[in-house]
Nanobody, 118 residues
Framework: QVQLVESGGGLVQAGGSLRLSCAASGSIFSINAMGWYRQAPGKQRELVAA???????NYADSVKGRFTISRDNAKNTVYLQMNSLKPEDTGVYYCNVEVVSYSVEVYWGQGTQVTVSS
């Protein structure tokens, strides 16, 4: 079994910064892609950023130039540095990790609230 623990959410004023972390632990041989999704009230969950095992990244157009995703493979951890935050960035942020163990499975974090005030 694999556990994901997220941290780093909170309340910040527009223009501020936050850094999210998601650490995976348990029966892990390796990790493929890692990513962050968010869900605003009344909206569908959407991809914010993703990073492959080789370090290639992909961002939603709305966060390009403001957010940076990175990973520490030794710690099985993915990060999301969020700068120049806007009220429309408000939502619950979930990490998503593809783990290679006895099989390949996708796991979700418990979610962390990010609230950006205007």
């Amino acid at each position: 079994q694999v556990q994901l623990v997220e941290s780093g959410g909170g309340l910040v004023q527009a223009g501020g910064s936050l850094r999210l972390s998601c650490a995976a632990s348990g029966s892990i041989f390796s990790i493929n892609a890692m990513g962050w999704y968010r869900q605003a009230p009344g909206k569908q969950r959407e991809l914010v950023a993703a990073i492959t095992s080789g370090g290639s990244t992909n961002y939603a157009d709305s966060v390009k130039g403001r957010f940076t995703i990175s990973r520490d493979n030794a710690k099985n951890t993915v990060y999301l540095q969020m700068n120049s935050l806007k009220p429309e960035d408000t939502g619950v942020y979930y990490c998503n990790v593809e783990v290679v163990s006895y099989s390949v499975e996708v796991y979700w974090g418990q979610g962390t609230q990010v609230t950006v005030s205007s």
